[in-house]
């Protein structure tokens, strides 16, 4: 948590518009402050116009395509036997599946998820792959997202209807503006306690 003091004649003074806290009422949630600790540094946030910023980038590097279950491809090597790769239709190079993308894909073929991810990468991607070849076949939107390599984020029904993150922060901005103080809408924890103001703003969406 970032602490900003300003003082005037020694003494810590709050900052303008900031708003007084009285701290013997309500409770104290320190789930909170320990889940922005717990993301990465280009997952936290101090401003809204950051957050947005951020999303707004990445959805400039998403794209969906449509595509046949039984034409995606599972690549395991047995020389890495934590890493595995899918094969998409229309991408030039194998795509990393996320925590949740991979949940998907085995919820569609009717596999245990959780049984699967304990697996070596070999062993679990032959059995992903025997389940999308010999699965009944159907149409799917796939999500990748290019950030250094090709993640895919997501595998949902043909009819999906996507929210962007930006779309949603760009909401909220119209009611919160910046959500540094410019409104009466603050970001979680931007608040003054005893004179001092704490500042440790939402983690991405």
Request: proline letters at 5%; hydrophobic letters at 35%; charged letters at 25%.
């Amino acid at each position: 948590m970032q602490q900003v003091l300003s003082s005037t004649a020694g003494r810590p003074s709050p900052a303008a518009g900031g708003y007084r806290v009285d701290v013997g009422r309500g409770a104290r949630v320190g789930r909170v402050s320990s889940e922005w600790f717990s993301r990465p540094a280009d997952e936290r946030f101090l401003s809204l116009t950051d957050l947005h910023r951020s999303v707004k980038s990445r959805a400039e590097r998403s794209r969906a395509r449509t595509v046949e279950s039984r034409e995606v491809r599972v690549e395991a090597r047995r020389d890495d036997g934590d890493r595995l790769s899918l094969v998409l239709p229309g991408e030039p190079e194998p795509v990393m599946p996320t925590h949740w993308s991979f949940g998907q894909l085995a919820s569609l073929v009717g596999a245990p998820a959780g049984y699967l991810r304990g697996l070596p990468a070999t062993v679990a991607g032959i059995n992903l792959q025997y389940g999308l070849t010999h699965h009944r076949a159907e149409m799917v939107k796939t999500y990748t997202t290019e950030d250094g390599r090709t993640e895919l984020r997501a595998v949902t029904g043909p009819d999906y209807g996507r929210i962007h993150d930006h779309e949603l922060v760009e909401a909220v901005m119209r009611i919160a503006g910046n959500g540094t103080g410019d409104t009466r809408w603050k970001v979680p924890g931007l608040g003054h306690v005893a004179s001092v103001l704490f500042v440790f703003c939402a983690g991405e969406a």
